[in-house]
């Protein structure tokens, strides 16, 4: 009964030091806007512009000139890179419409990209929009997994999805959501994800090694006894 014990408590003891070690860490990049624009840019209609706001906390507004050229919000350097930390989390931001009849039904709300290629939101700017009202703040969220996202008008697997996010050069977000002028708000955006330490190969071996060396010598103990 003695020796059961203890594997029981060896074997509870390694259980809970390998969870410690691969306690999840939250990683986030993200944009606040609460001085300044922080390096965000615009791209798309030459009379357009992009400006901030010291309102609500601080935001960025592109208001559009309606000129044919769809108009985007250009993520700054930080949200470039290999990005693979946070697949499976997510990537979020406050939208403001000042505006929304005649909406540019079919473009994509956000996008990914990549030498590989470019990854846009499944979900798209519909007519009528959906979920947005006029003049208020609103969040959305976009999981970062395949499912929620497209690669060439389908849904990429996960190694394709995977190699983008580990090479991304561009991070935009839609300031074009109607035909016509309008002002467009952004804040808050954030890619939000978890990293897992996982205890190097050298280490966790050892540490079965002792456990397992351990438990020997008590069952040697234990037999010499009886």
Do not use: C
């Not at 259980?15 to 990683?27: E, G, Y």
């Not at 290999?82 to 996008?111: E, Q, W």
């Not at 074009?176 to 190969?201: I, M």
């Amino acid at each position: 009964m003695q020796f059961k014990s203890f594997i029981n408590i060896i074997i509870l003891l390694s259980t809970l030091v390998w969870t410690n070690d691969s306690l999840a860490t939250p990683i986030t990049i993200e944009s606040t806007f609460d001085g300044n624009s922080e390096g965000w840019g615009r791209s798309g209609d030459s009379g357009s512009s992009l400006r901030y706001s010291n309102g609500n906390g601080g935001f960025i507004y592109i208001q559009d000139a309606a000129s044919g050229i769809t108009d985007w919000f250009i993520a700054p350097s930080k949200f470039q890179g290999n990005l693979s930390n946070f697949l499976d989390g997510f990537f979020s931001f406050d939208i403001r419409l000042s505006i929304l009849s005649n909406p540019t039904a079919g473009i994509p709300f956000a996008t990914i990209r990549s030498s590989i290629g470019e990854l846009q939101t499944a979900i798209r700017v519909s007519n009528p929009i959906q979920d947005l009202k006029a003049g208020q703040w609103s969040t959305l969220s976009f999981q970062l997994t395949p499912d929620s996202w497209l690669l060439n008008v389908r849904t990429p697997n996960l190694t394709e999805f995977a190699s983008i996010l580990s090479s991304v050069n561009q991070i935009r977000i839609l300031g074009d959501w109607r035909s016509g002028t309008e002002t467009v708000s952004l804040d808050n955006v954030k890619l939000s994800g978890n990293v897992h330490a996982v205890p190097e190969p050298s280490t966790a071996g050892a540490l079965l090694l002792g456990l397992i060396g351990l438990s020997l010598l008590y069952g040697r103990r234990a037999s010499s006894i009886v």
